[in-house]
Protein backbone atom coordinates (compact mmCIF):
# COMPACT_ATOMS: atom_id res chain seq x y z
CA UNK A 1 0.00 0.00 0.00
CA UNK A 2 1.43 3.31 -0.77
CA UNK A 3 0.53 6.59 0.52
CA UNK A 4 -0.01 10.07 -1.33
CA UNK A 5 -0.53 13.81 -0.04
CA UNK A 6 -1.52 16.22 -2.63
CA UNK A 7 -2.03 19.86 -1.11
CA UNK A 8 -3.25 22.71 -3.48
CA UNK A 9 -2.36 25.48 -1.61
CA UNK A 10 -5.05 27.76 -1.02
CA UNK A 11 -7.12 26.47 -3.79
CA UNK A 12 -10.47 26.70 -1.71
CA UNK A 13 -12.06 29.74 -1.91
CA UNK A 14 -15.57 31.43 -0.60
CA UNK A 15 -18.14 31.59 -3.73
CA UNK A 16 -17.42 34.54 -6.28
CA UNK A 17 -19.59 36.83 -7.66
CA UNK A 18 -17.82 37.25 -11.49
CA UNK A 19 -17.61 32.78 -11.27
CA UNK A 20 -21.96 33.23 -11.22
CA UNK A 21 -21.65 32.71 -7.32
CA UNK A 22 -19.35 29.82 -7.60
CA UNK A 23 -16.09 28.96 -6.03
CA UNK A 24 -12.95 28.27 -7.77
CA UNK A 25 -12.75 24.60 -7.07
CA UNK A 26 -16.73 24.42 -8.44
CA UNK A 27 -15.90 27.04 -11.31
CA UNK A 28 -12.60 24.68 -12.17
CA UNK A 29 -12.85 22.18 -15.18
CA UNK A 30 -11.48 19.08 -12.36
CA UNK A 31 -12.95 15.67 -13.87
CA UNK A 32 -10.14 13.52 -12.26
CA UNK A 33 -10.69 14.86 -8.76
CA UNK A 34 -14.50 15.15 -9.33
CA UNK A 35 -14.27 11.33 -10.12
CA UNK A 36 -12.16 10.04 -7.16
CA UNK A 37 -14.66 12.28 -4.62
CA UNK A 38 -17.11 10.15 -6.11
CA UNK A 39 -15.94 7.27 -5.05
CA UNK A 40 -14.03 8.49 -1.60
CA UNK A 41 -15.02 10.17 1.09
CA UNK A 42 -15.08 14.06 0.87
CA UNK A 43 -15.39 15.85 4.17
CA UNK A 44 -13.63 19.27 6.05
CA UNK A 45 -11.59 20.21 8.17
CA UNK A 46 -10.09 23.36 10.07
CA UNK A 47 -6.24 23.18 9.63
CA UNK A 48 -5.35 26.78 11.14
CA UNK A 49 -6.42 26.87 14.96
CA UNK A 50 -8.35 30.14 15.66
CA UNK A 51 -6.11 32.08 18.01
CA UNK A 52 -3.22 31.65 15.55
CA UNK A 53 -2.79 32.63 12.28
CA UNK A 54 -3.73 31.73 9.28
CA UNK A 55 -1.75 30.52 6.55
CA UNK A 56 0.47 27.55 5.02
CA UNK A 57 2.70 27.57 8.26
CA UNK A 58 0.35 26.89 10.66
CA UNK A 59 -2.02 24.78 8.61
CA UNK A 60 0.47 22.37 7.26
CA UNK A 61 2.29 21.86 10.44
CA UNK A 62 -1.08 20.37 11.35
CA UNK A 63 -1.75 18.41 7.86
CA UNK A 64 1.32 16.32 8.47
CA UNK A 65 0.01 15.66 12.48
CA UNK A 66 1.83 18.45 14.13
CA UNK A 67 0.02 20.70 17.13
CA UNK A 68 0.81 24.44 16.17
CA UNK A 69 -0.78 25.23 19.40
CA UNK A 70 2.31 23.28 20.93
CA UNK A 71 5.13 23.54 18.57
CA UNK A 72 4.14 26.89 16.35
CA UNK A 73 6.75 29.61 17.21
CA UNK A 74 6.45 31.16 13.75
CA UNK A 75 7.15 30.66 9.69
CA UNK A 76 10.31 31.63 9.64
CA UNK A 77 12.21 29.05 11.61
CA UNK A 78 10.54 26.64 9.95
CA UNK A 79 11.77 27.83 6.21
CA UNK A 80 15.29 28.43 8.21
CA UNK A 81 15.47 24.81 8.98
CA UNK A 82 15.02 23.77 5.61
CA UNK A 83 18.37 25.32 4.17
CA UNK A 84 20.15 24.22 7.47
CA UNK A 85 19.68 27.91 9.16
CA UNK A 86 21.14 26.46 12.93
CA UNK A 87 19.45 29.09 15.31
CA UNK A 88 21.19 29.79 18.45
CA UNK A 89 19.59 30.65 22.05
CA UNK A 90 18.28 34.47 21.32
CA UNK A 91 18.34 34.33 18.17
CA UNK A 92 15.27 35.34 16.01
CA UNK A 93 14.10 34.52 12.23
CA UNK A 94 12.40 36.62 10.21
CA UNK A 95 10.66 36.20 6.55
CA UNK A 96 12.61 39.09 4.92
CA UNK A 97 10.01 39.38 1.47
CA UNK A 98 11.28 41.45 -1.54
CA UNK A 99 8.03 43.83 -2.11
CA UNK A 100 7.01 46.28 -4.26
CA UNK A 101 5.66 49.69 -3.29
CA UNK A 102 4.13 51.99 -5.22
CA UNK A 103 5.80 54.25 -7.51
CA UNK A 104 5.44 58.16 -6.49
CA UNK A 105 7.04 60.86 -4.24
CA UNK A 106 4.95 60.14 -0.94
CA UNK A 107 6.41 59.69 2.14
CA UNK A 108 7.18 56.14 2.96
CA UNK A 109 4.79 55.18 5.26
CA UNK A 110 1.90 57.02 2.72
CA UNK A 111 3.22 54.46 0.11
CA UNK A 112 1.25 51.41 -0.95
CA UNK A 113 2.36 47.84 -1.03
CA UNK A 114 1.43 46.57 -4.79
CA UNK A 115 3.07 43.11 -4.10
CA UNK A 116 4.30 40.84 -1.63
CA UNK A 117 6.65 38.90 -3.84
CA UNK A 118 8.25 41.87 -5.45
CA UNK A 119 6.29 41.25 -8.48
CA UNK A 120 6.98 37.76 -8.85
CA UNK A 121 10.68 38.63 -8.88
CA UNK A 122 13.17 36.21 -10.77
CA UNK A 123 15.69 34.14 -8.55
CA UNK A 124 18.53 35.34 -9.52
CA UNK A 125 17.07 38.89 -9.53
CA UNK A 126 16.25 38.70 -6.04
CA UNK A 127 19.39 37.64 -4.52
CA UNK A 128 21.51 40.49 -6.62
CA UNK A 129 19.03 42.87 -5.14
CA UNK A 130 19.21 41.30 -1.70
CA UNK A 131 22.86 40.68 -1.71
CA UNK A 132 23.76 44.54 -2.63
CA UNK A 133 21.26 45.71 -0.22
CA UNK A 134 23.16 44.40 2.59
CA UNK A 135 26.26 45.14 1.48
CA UNK A 136 25.26 48.98 0.91
CA UNK A 137 27.30 50.94 3.72
CA UNK A 138 24.43 52.62 5.21
CA UNK A 139 22.34 49.46 5.08
CA UNK A 140 25.42 47.55 6.37
CA UNK A 141 26.04 49.66 9.08
CA UNK A 142 22.57 49.72 10.37
CA UNK A 143 22.18 45.96 10.14
CA UNK A 144 25.14 45.16 11.90
CA UNK A 145 24.29 47.67 14.54
CA UNK A 146 20.51 45.49 15.00
CA UNK A 147 22.54 42.01 14.58
CA UNK A 148 20.94 41.05 11.71
CA UNK A 149 22.40 39.23 8.89
CA UNK A 150 20.38 37.57 5.76
CA UNK A 151 20.35 33.99 4.20
CA UNK A 152 19.44 34.77 0.46
CA UNK A 153 17.55 32.38 -1.49
CA UNK A 154 16.47 31.86 -5.15
CA UNK A 155 13.34 33.65 -5.09
CA UNK A 156 11.73 36.43 -3.07
CA UNK A 157 11.53 34.44 0.00
CA UNK A 158 14.98 35.56 1.93
CA UNK A 159 15.22 34.62 5.67
CA UNK A 160 16.99 37.29 8.02
CA UNK A 161 18.31 35.89 11.50
CA UNK A 162 19.07 38.87 14.11
CA UNK A 163 20.63 38.24 17.43
CA UNK A 164 19.78 38.87 20.72
CA UNK A 165 16.18 40.12 19.36
CA UNK A 166 13.45 40.98 21.48
CA UNK A 167 10.03 40.27 19.74
CA UNK A 168 7.91 40.37 22.60
CA UNK A 169 4.52 42.31 21.68
CA UNK A 170 5.87 42.93 18.27
CA UNK A 171 3.43 43.38 15.57
CA UNK A 172 4.62 41.94 12.33
CA UNK A 173 1.77 41.71 9.45
CA UNK A 174 1.82 39.75 6.55
CA UNK A 175 2.18 41.54 3.52
CA UNK A 176 0.13 39.46 1.06
CA UNK A 177 -2.87 39.65 3.57
CA UNK A 178 -2.73 43.86 2.50
CA UNK A 179 -2.08 43.98 -1.07
CA UNK A 180 -3.23 47.36 -2.10
CA UNK A 181 -2.94 49.27 0.70
CA UNK A 182 -1.22 52.09 2.51
CA UNK A 183 1.43 50.40 4.26
CA UNK A 184 1.94 53.16 7.72
CA UNK A 185 -0.53 50.75 10.07
CA UNK A 186 1.02 47.81 8.92
CA UNK A 187 4.64 48.47 9.36
CA UNK A 188 6.23 47.11 12.67
CA UNK A 189 5.03 48.23 15.81
CA UNK A 190 4.45 46.72 19.51
CA UNK A 191 8.28 47.12 21.34
CA UNK A 192 11.35 48.97 20.74
CA UNK A 193 12.97 46.32 18.07
CA UNK A 194 9.92 47.02 16.12
CA UNK A 195 11.20 50.62 15.69
CA UNK A 196 14.69 49.23 14.33
CA UNK A 197 13.05 46.93 11.56
CA UNK A 198 10.74 49.61 10.12
CA UNK A 199 13.91 51.77 9.76
CA UNK A 200 15.48 49.04 8.33
CA UNK A 201 12.63 48.62 5.84
CA UNK A 202 12.54 52.38 5.55
CA UNK A 203 16.58 52.70 4.73
CA UNK A 204 16.02 49.37 2.40
CA UNK A 205 13.31 51.31 0.31
CA UNK A 206 15.85 54.03 -0.14
CA UNK A 207 18.79 51.55 -1.49
CA UNK A 208 16.75 49.43 -3.75
CA UNK A 209 14.46 52.01 -5.49
CA UNK A 210 16.64 52.71 -8.24
CA UNK A 211 18.75 50.03 -8.04
CA UNK A 212 19.64 49.12 -11.90
CA UNK A 213 17.53 45.50 -11.42
CA UNK A 214 14.37 47.88 -10.83
CA UNK A 215 15.38 50.16 -13.17
CA UNK A 216 15.55 47.36 -15.79
CA UNK A 217 12.15 45.64 -14.61
CA UNK A 218 10.26 49.25 -14.91
CA UNK A 219 11.63 49.30 -18.60
CA UNK A 220 10.03 46.28 -18.51
CA UNK A 221 6.49 46.66 -17.48
CA UNK A 222 7.19 44.54 -14.55
CA UNK A 223 6.73 45.89 -10.69
CA UNK A 224 10.11 46.77 -9.24
CA UNK A 225 11.32 45.03 -6.47
CA UNK A 226 11.78 48.05 -4.64
CA UNK A 227 11.51 47.43 -0.62
CA UNK A 228 11.92 44.38 2.01
CA UNK A 229 9.38 43.27 4.49
CA UNK A 230 10.07 41.45 7.64
CA UNK A 231 7.72 39.32 9.08
CA UNK A 232 7.35 35.60 10.26
CA UNK A 233 9.03 36.12 13.31
CA UNK A 234 10.11 32.99 15.24
CA UNK A 235 12.46 31.44 17.45
CA UNK A 236 13.82 27.52 16.59
CA UNK A 237 11.21 24.87 16.98
CA UNK A 238 11.27 21.34 17.29
CA UNK A 239 9.09 18.42 15.86
CA UNK A 240 7.97 15.29 17.17
CA UNK A 241 9.60 12.56 14.59
CA UNK A 242 7.18 11.65 11.69
CA UNK A 243 8.37 7.93 11.73
CA UNK A 244 7.89 7.90 15.27
CA UNK A 245 4.39 8.50 15.01
CA UNK A 246 2.82 6.83 11.66
CA UNK A 247 6.01 3.90 11.28
CA UNK A 248 5.56 5.29 7.53
CA UNK A 249 8.82 6.23 5.09
CA UNK A 250 8.56 9.13 3.48
CA UNK A 251 9.28 12.49 0.98
CA UNK A 252 8.40 15.78 0.52
CA UNK A 253 8.00 17.65 -2.67
CA UNK A 254 7.35 21.50 -3.04
CA UNK A 255 9.21 24.29 -4.63
CA UNK A 256 8.07 26.05 -1.32
CA UNK A 257 11.22 26.42 1.75
CA UNK A 258 8.05 26.21 4.63
CA UNK A 259 7.47 22.54 3.18
CA UNK A 260 11.08 21.47 3.09
CA UNK A 261 11.82 22.71 6.62
CA UNK A 262 8.79 21.01 8.24
CA UNK A 263 9.92 18.01 6.76
CA UNK A 264 13.56 18.27 8.11
CA UNK A 265 12.35 18.90 11.20
CA UNK A 266 9.85 15.76 11.15
CA UNK A 267 12.76 13.80 9.87
CA UNK A 268 10.99 13.11 6.22
CA UNK A 269 13.21 13.33 3.30
CA UNK A 270 12.93 16.03 0.70
CA UNK A 271 13.03 15.84 -3.39
CA UNK A 272 13.87 19.21 -5.16
CA UNK A 273 12.58 19.27 -8.57
CA UNK A 274 14.35 21.43 -11.32
CA UNK A 275 12.00 23.54 -12.63
CA UNK A 276 9.31 24.03 -9.65
CA UNK A 277 8.98 27.66 -9.56
CA UNK A 278 6.20 27.84 -6.49
CA UNK A 279 4.04 29.87 -9.83
CA UNK A 280 1.41 29.16 -12.13
CA UNK A 281 4.53 28.01 -14.86
CA UNK A 282 5.70 25.65 -12.62
CA UNK A 283 6.96 22.01 -13.05
CA UNK A 284 4.17 19.98 -12.73
CA UNK A 285 5.66 16.84 -14.92
CA UNK A 286 8.52 17.04 -13.15
CA UNK A 287 6.80 16.89 -9.85
CA UNK A 288 4.87 13.54 -11.07
CA UNK A 289 7.73 12.11 -12.10
CA UNK A 290 9.34 12.65 -8.69
CA UNK A 291 6.09 11.40 -6.54
CA UNK A 292 6.20 7.72 -8.95
CA UNK A 293 10.15 7.57 -8.32
CA UNK A 294 10.01 8.54 -4.64
CA UNK A 295 6.66 6.03 -3.90
CA UNK A 296 9.20 2.95 -5.32
CA UNK A 297 11.49 3.01 -2.11
CA UNK A 298 8.76 5.19 0.42
CA UNK A 299 5.51 4.48 1.94
CA UNK A 300 4.24 7.95 1.76
CA UNK A 301 4.81 11.06 -0.81
CA UNK A 302 3.33 14.51 -0.46
CA UNK A 303 3.49 16.65 -2.77
CA UNK A 304 2.97 20.63 -2.58
CA UNK A 305 1.21 23.05 -5.73
CA UNK A 306 1.56 26.91 -4.27
CA UNK A 307 0.39 28.60 -7.85
CA UNK A 308 -3.81 28.62 -6.54
CA UNK A 309 -1.86 30.51 -3.48
CA UNK A 310 0.37 33.05 -5.40
CA UNK A 311 -2.41 33.82 -8.29
CA UNK A 312 -5.06 34.48 -5.49
CA UNK A 313 -2.28 37.15 -4.14
CA UNK A 314 -1.10 38.21 -7.00
CA UNK A 315 -5.20 38.78 -8.21
CA UNK A 316 -5.23 37.16 -11.22
CA UNK A 317 -8.41 34.95 -11.16
CA UNK A 318 -7.86 33.25 -14.59
CA UNK A 319 -4.86 31.84 -13.18
CA UNK A 320 -6.03 30.50 -10.31
CA UNK A 321 -8.52 28.60 -12.04
CA UNK A 322 -5.76 27.45 -14.34
CA UNK A 323 -3.65 26.23 -11.65
CA UNK A 324 -6.43 24.19 -10.12
CA UNK A 325 -7.18 22.78 -12.99
CA UNK A 326 -3.69 21.70 -13.70
CA UNK A 327 -3.82 20.34 -10.39
CA UNK A 328 -6.06 17.92 -12.08
CA UNK A 329 -4.85 16.85 -14.86
CA UNK A 330 -1.21 17.21 -15.07
CA UNK A 331 -0.43 16.45 -11.56
CA UNK A 332 -3.97 14.35 -10.06
CA UNK A 333 -4.73 12.35 -13.10
CA UNK A 334 -0.94 11.37 -14.22
CA UNK A 335 -0.46 9.73 -10.59
CA UNK A 336 -3.63 7.92 -10.60
CA UNK A 337 -3.73 6.89 -14.01
CA UNK A 338 0.05 5.20 -13.56
CA UNK A 339 -0.48 3.90 -10.03
CA UNK A 340 -3.62 2.48 -11.50
CA UNK A 341 -2.06 0.81 -14.30
CA UNK A 342 0.79 -0.88 -12.17
CA UNK A 343 -2.17 -1.90 -10.42
CA UNK A 344 -0.18 -0.66 -7.16
CA UNK A 345 -3.02 -0.19 -4.08
CA UNK A 346 -2.91 3.40 -2.74
CA UNK A 347 -4.66 5.93 -0.50
CA UNK A 348 -4.74 9.45 -1.30
CA UNK A 349 -5.31 12.59 0.71
CA UNK A 350 -6.05 15.92 -1.85
CA UNK A 351 -6.79 19.23 0.18
CA UNK A 352 -6.10 22.85 0.25
CA UNK A 353 -4.14 24.01 3.07
CA UNK A 354 -6.09 27.01 4.05
CA UNK A 355 -8.79 29.07 2.05
CA UNK A 356 -6.86 31.84 -0.21
CA UNK A 357 -9.85 34.22 -0.83
CA UNK A 358 -10.40 36.00 -4.72
CA UNK A 359 -12.32 38.93 -2.58
CA UNK A 360 -9.65 39.82 -0.77
CA UNK A 361 -6.18 38.38 -1.98
CA UNK A 362 -5.50 36.58 1.71
CA UNK A 363 -5.83 33.97 3.70
CA UNK A 364 -8.90 32.59 5.63
CA UNK A 365 -9.37 30.16 8.06
CA UNK A 366 -12.75 28.37 7.79
CA UNK A 367 -13.18 25.26 6.88
CA UNK A 368 -11.49 23.63 3.76
CA UNK A 369 -12.97 20.41 1.80
CA UNK A 370 -10.38 16.97 1.82
CA UNK A 371 -10.69 14.15 -0.41
CA UNK A 372 -9.82 11.08 0.89
CA UNK A 373 -9.69 8.11 -2.07
CA UNK A 374 -8.61 4.68 -1.63
CA UNK A 375 -8.28 2.56 -4.76
CA UNK A 376 -9.75 -0.77 -3.48
CA UNK A 377 -13.18 0.76 -2.49
CA UNK A 378 -16.12 2.42 -4.28
CA UNK A 379 -17.89 4.19 -1.60
CA UNK A 380 -20.98 5.92 -3.73
CA UNK A 381 -20.50 8.99 -2.28
CA UNK A 382 -21.47 10.47 -6.23
CA UNK A 383 -20.58 14.00 -5.16
CA UNK A 384 -17.71 16.25 -7.13
CA UNK A 385 -14.50 18.07 -5.20
CA UNK A 386 -15.75 21.11 -3.61
CA UNK A 387 -16.32 23.27 -0.58
CA UNK A 388 -20.35 22.15 -0.28
CA UNK A 389 -19.90 18.69 -0.88
CA UNK A 390 -17.37 19.42 1.94
CA UNK A 391 -19.65 20.68 4.42
CA UNK A 392 -21.91 17.62 4.14
CA UNK A 393 -19.49 14.97 5.15
CA UNK A 394 -17.27 14.33 8.19
CA UNK A 395 -16.30 17.41 9.86
CA UNK A 396 -12.48 18.23 11.73
CA UNK A 397 -12.99 21.26 13.58
CA UNK A 398 -9.91 19.94 15.63
CA UNK A 399 -7.77 20.09 13.09
CA UNK A 400 -5.43 17.74 10.59
CA UNK A 401 -4.09 15.63 12.76
CA UNK A 402 -7.11 13.80 13.09
CA UNK A 403 -6.69 13.40 8.85
CA UNK A 404 -2.93 12.15 8.85
CA UNK A 405 -4.55 9.20 10.95
CA UNK A 406 -7.24 8.54 8.41
CA UNK A 407 -5.16 8.30 5.18
CA UNK A 408 -2.97 5.85 6.93
CA UNK A 409 -6.01 4.04 7.91
CA UNK A 410 -5.18 3.87 12.06
Same mark, same amino acid.
Given at each position: ??????????????????????????????????????????????????????????? %????????????????? $???????? %?????????????????????????????????????????????? #??????????????????????? $????? %????????? #????? %?? $????????????????????????????????????????????????? !????????????????????????????????? $???????????????????? #????? #???????????????????????????????????? !?????????????????????????????????????????????????????????????????????????????????????????????
Amino acid at each position: MKYILIIGDGMADNPVPSLENKTTLQAANIPVMDALAAKGEVGNVINCPGDLPAGSDTA %ILSIFGADPKVCYTGRS $PLEAAATG %IQLKAGDVSYRCNMVAYEDNDLPFEEKKILSHSGGSIEGDQSIRLV #TDLFADPRFQAAAEKAGMMVHPA $PSFRH %IAVQSQANI #TGISL %IP $PHDHLGEVIGPLLPSGNDNAAVLKDLMKLAHQVLDRHPVNEERRAQGKL !PANGVWFWAEGSAVELDPFYDKYQKTGTVISAV $PLCFGIARLSGLDIREVEGA #TGELD #TNYEGKVAAVLEELKTHDFVAVHVEAPDECTHNGDL !PGKLQAIEWLDSRVVGPITQTLDQEGTDYRLLILSDHKTLTATRGHDGDPVPYLLYDSRVDSGLGLPYCEESGLKGPAYPEGAPVLMHKLFDM
